[in-house]
């Protein structure tokens, strides 16, 4: 990786114009040095190794955040996959529902099953229906939706059959591993 490419806040300077201002290359003005650095540099150093990260919105190159996803994972409880919950790589969107799945993702990517860090999934579900979310717009002042005959009645039908339904799935806190390359 050629460094020399990078700007990083040790190459950057800025100039004390008072006591309380610090003025970049950008000709702005800053309150705190450090925050002028900042603005001004492009890239930063990893947090772990000290490589430039080259984003400054990322503090790990992408090899120590790659270890430090690893240790998260490790960390996580390891259950017992029963072969019908969906599972999903952790930290990513990628989604199996089946084994076989598993095995063809992992042909066509050239890895091993035990490299792709699986957690199981639970069902998404969204947040109780409330009728007055809906129509308060529309309701005269200081009126509420249980004003209204069948209201309740409403979002009791809604929210038994949102309860009943599988919209999503989303990553738990639970690894999986799979036994068999």
Known sequence: MDESKYILPEGIEVKKVSRELWIGKDNRGYSEKSTAVY???IDKK???CGKPVGNTCYT???ACSAIKD???YYE???VEWDGETILCI???DTYFSYEDEIYDYCNDNEIKVSDLH???CEKNKPRPFNLYDVIDDVLPEDAESSDYAGAQEVEDVVNDWLGKQTFSWIGSNKRVNIKGE
């Open 39 to 41: 603005s001004l540099a």
């Open 46 to 48: 990893c947090d772990i």
């Open 60 to 62: 790990l190159c992408p």
């Open 70 to 72: 690893s240790e998260r």
């Open 76 to 78: 996580l409880e390891e």
């Open 90 to 92: 952790y930290g990513d």
């Open 118 to 120: 699986l957690v199981l």
